[in-house]
């Protein structure tokens, strides 16, 4: 079955940086575009950040252009988000998905869901 396990999440103070991964299995990563999502306590599910299959293009929310960059390796599977200057509206639980085919900005339309990791970031 199709599994995605995110991983990186922790506790960092403002300022700070965390790399989170997501690794897929049970499914032909190079089919699927790849997002990830956060949602904080008491809010919607967020998009912040997509990429397309080959990881020739890269979509990120406002609240995160410029600090965070997504990027993708076909051959391991993986996707990471490389969080610089992180900010305590970061502190969320992350999640990666995996949409078949073309890439999608905003959330719904994915097809699998890791079950997160949370990031907190202390002021």
């Known amino acids: 079955q199709v599994q995605l396990v995110e991983s990186g999440g922790g506790l960092v103070q403002a300022g700070g940086s965390l790399r989170l991964s997501c690794a897929a299995s049970g499914l032909t990563f190079s089919d699927y575009s790849m997002g990830w999502f956060r949602q904080a306590p008491g809010k919607d599910r967020e998009f912040v950040s997509a990429?397309?299959?080959?990881?020739?293009?890269?979509y990120y929310a406002d609240s995160v252009k410029g600090r965070f960059t997504i990027s993708r390796d076909n051959a391991e599977n993986t996707v990471h988000l490389q969080m610089n200057s992180l900010k305590p509206e970061d502190t969320a639980v992350y999640y990666c998905?995996?949409?078949?085919?073309?890439?999608?900005?905003?959330?719904?339309?994915?097809?699998?869901w890791g079950k997160g990791t949370q990031v907190t970031v202390s002021s």
């Open positions: 998905a995996a949409a078949l085919g073309t890439v999608i900005v905003g959330t719904p339309g994915y097809d699998y």
């Open positions: 990429i397309n299959r080959s990881g020739s293009s890269r």
